[in-house]
């Protein structure tokens, strides 16, 4: 769909995550199909790649999940803020959100999920780990990933690369109430000295 | 400890980590304290406000937490990249790392735990809720925020406020291997459309 897209492998998956971004939580599931926002969410092993993510168990998202046993993860670049912030206001069981705001959305290869590639940095699609008490008690759904892909003008060969050329590209991070911040400004830490 | 620091009431602790920071773990128990580095952390619930960390169980850390109950919070700015690399690259079983590296703590005011304000943007003292099956299974370890506090130059009245005059503040994002995004230039998302 965008030819700046390619595979990401999955030893490589959870940087995808690692800083934090804000995403977007795809679902599919008898026909109807859903996208929504979360800033929710977290790797949790890197072999396999497994993430955890908070979704409603009121949202139709949910629903889906439950049903289909699988959710895909969008990021969203920098230019994305408005429908970020716009398909995390409303609910898709009334309407097809991807109808609705003009998106277009493939199907990932493992899962047939909904993904998204323009204007987006990567995605993931990932099967649901059932776990029926943290879904209950923390809204925390478990996944593991098991097929990526990322626009290699800012991930590329496993890394991330934040330059003042893909600044559209750029993950964002929601601080709350539709303000973003962007992830931007690299920082190289010092290599630590060894224990004496 | 800091003047610039204010309590953060309990109903907007889940805005510091909802931006997705990596963040400094801190810990106490029997006369024993340690600091890590953490990427994977985030909000799970606003009221009564919780959060989980990725802590692996072969971590010092993960074991005075299992033994005290409980765990610290803390969000170094920019400014403090180096540290924040060099805390995740060794072990606090065989030194103390607030010795080694000069770390000024102080005591939380609920529970005791080691907080640091120089150089950081924001702390949280939290309980640990016992979920023996996530901790195994995913090194997911659930928490209630019972105390929170930050740096009113950058977080107040419950709002991040990302400005040129407190980028040293703004929290850092690690991408891997000790590279580092820095939150910053705000983006604020169009109001959405009512549906239709």
Chains 1, 2 share one sequence.
Request: a neutral charge; glycine letters at 10%; hydrophobic letters at 45%.
């Amino acid at each position: 769909m965008n030819p700046h897209f390619r595979p990401v492998a999955l030893a490589h998956a959870s940087r995808l995550l690692n800083h934090g971004p804000t995403v977007l939580v795809t679902s599919a599931h008898g026909g109807r199909r859903n996208v929504m926002a979360a800033a929710w969410s977290m790797p949790v092993e890197f072999t396999p790649p497994r993430i955890a993510i908070v979704i409603d168990k009121h949202t139709f998202t949910r629903e889906l999940v439950a049903a289909s046993g699988a959710f895909g993860i969008v990021l969203p670049g920098a230019s994305q803020v408005d429908l970020t912030f716009a398909v995390g206001q409303s609910s898709g069981r009334e309407q097809d959100k991807f109808a609705r705001h003009g998106i277009a959305a493939a199907a990932g290869p493992v899962l047939g999920l909904p993904v998204i590639e323009d204007g987006c940095a990567a995605w993931l699609e990932c099967r649901l780990i059932r776990e029926p008490h943290a879904e209950d008690a923390y809204d925390t759904c478990f996944g593991e990933v098991v097929a990526a892909a990322a626009d290699a003008r800012i991930f590329a060969d496993g890394r991330w690369s934040f330059r003042d050329d893909n600044a559209a590209l750029q993950t964002i991070h929601h601080l709350g109430g539709g303000e973003f911040v962007r992830a931007g400004g690299t920082l190289r830490a010092a290599q630590p000295a060894r224990a004496a």
